[in-house]
């Protein structure tokens, strides 16, 4: 049973620049959360998607997006990168039955922001 | 905003001995969680527990909750140097349970 996927582990980017990053939930997921997580803060949650919707979001600006894909994947994209959103980016999937309850976390995606 | 936050920020006890982490939180709560998180990598779950739960166990873990005073405390019985890592508390919130995060206990247990 796979756990969650994240892609790629590393990126480095310039300022200003676009990036997207990919995670595929635990099989029998249907929400995807996103994360930032500054070095020694803990995560900030962005968004939420359930049934291919934003269903919550955090206090991120509109730079920050996402979609959620039939197969329940999702993506997170960031427009305009500034060097202060160099984190770790975390994705972690529950089911919506659970909501509030457990997640399971992928690994992370660390974006460097030069 | 945090929701949750850890006290200490950080630890450093014997291989051995136990770790105690405290957490206080602002808002009421359905439930509140722990977390493990290695090296900057995905975060683990613990534990949970209800708001209608004192205390819970599992393994050398032992959590309470004291819905009065919005705080909760996890317990490491017998810390192994695989124990060292950050802990992190965390909470639903908002009508789709949003997981808001505390700022972490950074644990170091020595060999």
């Known amino acids: 049973d796979a756990g969650v996927t994240q892609s790629p582990t590393h990126l480095i980017k310039t300022r200003g620049q676009q990036v997207t990053l990919r995670c595929s939930p635990k099989?029998?997921?249907?929400?995807v959360s996103w994360y930032q997580q500054a070095r020694g803060q803990g995560p900030q949650f962005i968004f939420q998607y359930y049934e291919e919707e934003e269903r919550q979001r955090g206090n991120f600006p509109d730079r920050f997006s996402g979609h959620q894909f039939p197969n329940y994947s999702s993506e997170l994209n960031v427009n305009a990168l500034l060097l202060g959103d160099s984190a770790l980016y975390l994705c972690?999937?529950?089911?919506?039955?659970?909501?509030?309850?457990?997640?399971?976390f992928g690994p992370g995606t660390r974006l460097l922001v030069l | 905003s945090q929701q949750g936050e850890e006290d200490p920020q950080a630890l450093s006890i014997q291989e051995g001995e136990n770790a105690t982490m405290n957490c206080s939180y602002k808002t009421s709560i359905n439930n509140l969680q722990w977390y493990r998180q290695n090296s900057g990598r995905g975060l683990v779950h613990l534990i949970l527990i209800r708001s209608n739960e004192r205390e819970k166990h599992s393994g050398r873990l032992r959590v309470t909750l004291d819905t009065s005073k919005k705080s909760s405390s996890l317990l490491i019985t017998a810390s192994r140097a695989a124990d060292t890592a950050s802990y992190f508390c965390?909470?639903?919130?908002?009508?789709?349970?949003?997981?808001?995060f505390g700022i972490g206990t950074k644990l170091q247990v020595i060999p």
């Open positions: 965390a909470s639903p919130s908002g009508g789709y349970q949003k997981v808001t």
């Open positions: 099989s029998g997921h249907d929400t």
């Open positions: 972690a999937s529950s089911e919506v039955a659970t909501l509030g309850e457990t997640q399971y």
